[in-house]
């Protein structure tokens, strides 16, 4: 399956989880629901989808822990008839990022969140350090970013 990436030091990270996990999809994105890298998409159209549906159940889910327990609900697991799909924040030297994985019978909540917290360790590592943290997407350059960052993951520009 495909992988691709906006910046470098997220694929072997990314890539080692896709591997051990062995999940079908997986997802990271900015919490403003810019695409940050992906595996196992096929068409821009349904990796924008699942960018803007996970960014609003971490939104979602974020405020409704606050009102229920005080704090925010991070990681999310729902089982479906044949999938199920994981979601939670991903915290690195950059910031927090979004990540979504979809996974069938051949993988379990367990091992994924085993290897979600690796995960999460490798991106701490892999981060650049110089780099300062990016700004925050503003709604001016939202769309831009958005389109520059889907194009590079599918092959039209260069990160």
Not at 2 to 7: F, K, N, P
Not at 18 to 32: F, R
Not at 100 to 114: H, K, M, P, Y
Not at 140 to 150: G, S, V
Request: with cysteine; hydrophobic share 50%.
């Amino acid at each position: 399956m495909i992988m691709t990436v906006v910046e470098s030091w997220i694929e072997a990270p990314l890539r080692r989880f896709v591997d051990d996990a062995g999940v079908e999809l997986a997802l990271l994105l900015h919490p403003s629901g810019q695409v940050m890298a992906q595996h196992g998409f096929a068409r821009a159209v349904d990796v924008m989808t699942a960018c803007a549906l996970a960014a609003g159940i971490h939104a979602t889910s974020g405020e409704l822990g606050r009102l229920v327990d005080d704090k925010p609900f991070r990681g999310l697991h729902h089982v479906g008839v044949t999938r199920q799909i994981f979601v939670a924040e991903a915290r690195s030297p950059r910031g927090a990022y979004i990540f979504v994985t979809v996974f069938g019978q051949e993988s379990s909540i367990g091992l994924v969140r085993l290897y979600f917290d690796e995960l999460v360790v490798g991106l701490t590592v892999s981060a650049p350090v110089d780099v300062p943290e990016p700004a925050p997407a503003l709604a001016e350059h939202f769309e831009q970013d958005l389109n520059r960052n889907l194009a590079v993951l599918f092959g039209r520009a260069r990160p």
